[in-house]
């Protein structure tokens, strides 16, 4: 099982970017794929999880309305597109998957057996 997250970089405010999950060693719509972040002296932090089999989407309240997760799984990919990003969303991004994620902890990072080795997104102008 890999994971391996790309699409960072320097976005201005208000702009936008696109995150990608490339996903190999297993069927990735079978299992719960998330997106973390960690900015410098804080810690890993849910952003956003996509469910297996059915899709559901789950944000946490700070990026709700702004990004958006998505799962093409012809190219076993998921995606998180962010939108009008502010300086607060500068961070180390990783994407996620585990065993057996129970939806409802999607915010924890010990749900998550393989990470992917992130990808910088710096929001600044």
């Known amino acids: 099982v890999q994971l391996q997250a790309s699409g960072g970089g320097l976005v201005q405010p208000g702009g936008s970017l696109r995150l990608s999950c490339a996903a190999s060693?297993?069927?990735?719509?079978?299992?719960?794929i998330a997106w973390f972040r960690q900015a410098p002296g804080k810690e890993r932090e849910g952003v956003s999880c996509?469910?297996?089999?059915?899709?559901?989407?789950y944000y946490a309240d700070s990026v709700k309305g702004r990004f958006t997760i998505s799962r093409d799984n012809s190219k076993n990919m998921v995606y998180l597109q962010m939108n009008s990003p502010k300086p607060e969303d500068t961070a180390v991004y990783y994407c996620?998957?585990?065993?057996?994620?129970?939806?409802?902890?999607?915010?924890?990072?010990?749900?998550?057996?393989?990470w992917g080795q992130g990808t910088q997104v710096t929001v600044s102008s």
């Open positions: 996620a998957t585990g065993l057996w994620v129970i939806v409802t902890r999607w915010g924890s990072p010990d749900e998550y057996d393989y």
């Open positions: 060693g297993f069927t990735l719509e079978n299992y719960a």
């Open positions: 996509i469910s297996g089999r059915a899709g559901s989407t």
